[in-house]
């Protein structure tokens, strides 16, 4: 095993509470983020883990419900909203820490850092576009920076872990953040962390309406965009909105469904961009060759 493998490893081994022998768990967290508006929007996040076929993950933002729920092979995705920032949509991924094992990072370079007294060593994957930091006294992950950071020499965009208290056998972050440049994009705490999450069945069964999405032990090949036609922006609107951001369920057929705005332009812009990409046609993601329905995000710029 190369040795940057054996520092992310033993980062997992430290930190992994989702490894695949760990034990269930229930974990809430509150967190804010500054919107386009400059006002503080506050959230909650709650997850209940039993196993990796066997997840819930709530995110609620005042009146907005984000849910996904985790089986065998497959999870759902269920919204009450058709708005989800993007600032809370980059809170479950901090707070899983570590990439897939099913689509293994590919380690080029090492890089260390300095960060808040601490003395990193950086892994650098150029084709997965990241880099993951790691404390060199400790081990324990520090962040993520995007490898477009380190080209330049400038961090645009990171997210840092500090806090580590113990749980069970692991050290788990109880405070989070992310950033671009200086600027704090959203920030996190752990408000509760035990060992004992309810058993109620009926957290696990998808609701009524749920989008089903498959899941690949093995690295999945994503839905490639064929046919994407240009929005026109709205006659009506005084200002014209650079580009909205979307979330998009590719199905087998590769056709989007469940199209969620994360980063709204306004909302005579929002609708243009929604129906737009409805008629945007995919190939779908893979898994092991076979079509699967696969979540992917996408900018819809105007002129």
């Not at 849910?67 to 920032?85: R, V």
């Not at 200086?182 to 989008?211: I, W, Y």
Request: glycine share 6%; charged share 20%; with cysteine.
């Amino acid at each position: 095993m190369p040795d940057s493998q054996q520092v992310l490893e033993h980062a997992r081994q430290l930190s992994d509470i989702r490894s695949p022998n760990a034990h269930a768990f229930l974990l809430k967290v509150s967190f804010s983020f500054i919107n386009d508006d400059l006002d503080t929007i506050q959230g909650t996040y709650t997850e209940t883990w039993l196993s990796s076929t066997r997840w819930r993950r709530e995110t609620t933002i005042g009146s907005i419900r984000h849910l996904e729920i985790g089986g065998s092979g497959k999870y759902w995705i269920s919204d009450n909203s058709d708005t989800f920032p993007e600032q809370a949509a980059r809170l479950s991924i901090m707070l899983q820490m570590f990439p897939s094992r099913s689509a293994p990072l590919t380690f080029d370079a090492t890089l260390d850092r300095n960060s808040s007294g601490h003395a990193l060593q950086c892994l650098v994957a150029r084709s997965a576009g990241i880099a993951l930091c790691f404390d060199k006294r400790t081990g324990l992950m520090f962040g993520r920076i995007f490898i477009q950071s380190i080209r330049s020499g400038l961090v645009e965009n990171s997210c840092q872990y500090a806090g580590f208290q113990k749980f069970g056998p692991y050290w788990f972050p109880r405070e989070m953040a992310c950033f671009r440049e200086t600027h704090r994009l959203l920030q996190a705490k752990v408000v509760e962390l035990t060992s004992e999450p309810p058993a109620d069945a009926a957290l696990f069964t998808p609701p009524p309406g749920a989008v089903e999405l498959g899941q690949c032990p093995v690295a999945p090949v994503e839905p490639e965009a064929i046919s994407t036609p240009s929005p026109r922006g709205p006659s009506s609107a005084a200002d014209r909105a650079p580009y909205v951001r979307l979330a998009i369920v590719v199905d087998p057929q590769g056709h989007p469904q469940n199209i969620r705005i994360e980063r709204s332009g306004g909302k005579t812009f929002d609708d243009q961009a929604v129906h737009t990409v409805r008629n945007w046609l995919f190939h779908p993601g893979t898994c092991n060759g076979q079509p699967i329905a696969m979540e992917v995000h996408a900018d819809v710029r105007f002129w």
